[in-house]
């Protein structure tokens, strides 16, 4: 017999390997979540805030903190005293923000104290996290003004550790909660400006801002100037500009004003009028699409 004729013939075809399911995308995330405007918020526009959830009791019923970013855009970490941090901003996604955010919750869930969570992989289609969170819990956003709830007071203390914390918080844009509305965030960069997440169909809230400028009447205040909108995680974040030097403080009065108006107008059901229309063509060029 020949040596050709004496090697191990295979026993059939190659099998392709399966590959894994995809996680679909999903536009608007959050939807049907408590403080589903904070959580668009803490995802895109406020770079250091924190807000305390709790998982269902499936998984544990623990006090979960989503934190807007973590060190090198870690999706989670345990710090030493037992606290679990997740977060909304991370360098990689799915095409599903709610999976991602709940893939991090439950890697995280099981950490020994001082460890993270370094890389999700890729992910497959599972729980979201509709499904993992206890959903009467409203989360409450605290805004920060560092950091430093990365770290607990054994670690604060390490020099190298406070080096990486002064780098990390030289970068943050002041933002503060405007007081008495939702999910509306006064920031400082080399104007002040109000950034204002919406609850509300994105294009009825085009229809309800174009009635206002139509009528010259979408300013936040008499000194304000409506500058354009983003559109993120399915919901739609109008921004404007304020006099220079306002501070936060100053908003809450104007900003209730303000949304009872708008409301008003986003509940109108008629047709845009020539003028309204030519408005909302003006916001719509101004859009930005974020992720």
Request: charged share 25%; proline share 8%; hydrophobic share 40%.
């Amino acid at each position: 017999m020949g040596k050709k004729s004496r090697r191990k013939r295979p026993a059939g075809p190659a099998q392709p390997s399966a590959k894994p399911a995809r996680v679909e995308y999903v536009e608007r995330p959050f939807e049907g979540l408590p403080g589903e405007t904070d959580l668009v918020a803490m995802r895109e526009v406020v770079p250091a805030a924190t807000a305390t959830v709790r998982t269902t009791a499936e998984h544990g019923g623990r006090d979960i903190e989503l934190v807007t970013l973590l060190p090198d855009f870690l999706p989670a970490l345990r710090r030493e005293d037992g606290t679990v941090l997740v977060a909304m901003q991370t360098g990689s996604h799915s095409g599903d923000a709610s999976r991602d955010v709940a893939a991090a919750i439950l890697a995280a869930l099981d950490l020994e104290p001082g460890s993270p969570v370094r890389n999700l992989g890729i992910l497959e289609p599972g729980p979201r996290l509709q499904d993992v969170l206890d959903t009467s819990v409203t989360p409450e956003v605290t805004v920060h003004d560092s950091f430093a709830f990365w770290l607990d007071e054994d670690t604060a203390d390490q020099p190298d550790v406070a080096a990486a914390l002064e780098t990390a918080n030289s970068n943050i844009v002041p933002t503060v909660k405007v007081e008495g509305v939702a999910s509306a965030y006064w920031c400082r960069m080399s104007r002040e400006f109000l950034r204002w997440a919406r609850p509300e169909d994105p294009e009825r809230v085009l229809d309800g801002i174009a009635r206002l400028h139509a009528e010259r009447a979408s300013a936040v205040d008499e000194d304000a100037k409506f500058v354009g909108a983003f559109r993120a995680c399915g919901l739609l974040i109008p921004v404007w500009e304020l006099a220079r030097g306002t501070e936060a403080d100053e908003l809450a009065g104007p900003a209730a004003a303000f949304e009872a108006r708008f409301a008003e107008a986003v509940a109108v059901t008629e047709p845009l009028t020539p003028d309204q229309r030519r408005a909302r063509a003006g916001i719509v060029s101004r859009q930005v699409s974020l992720r």
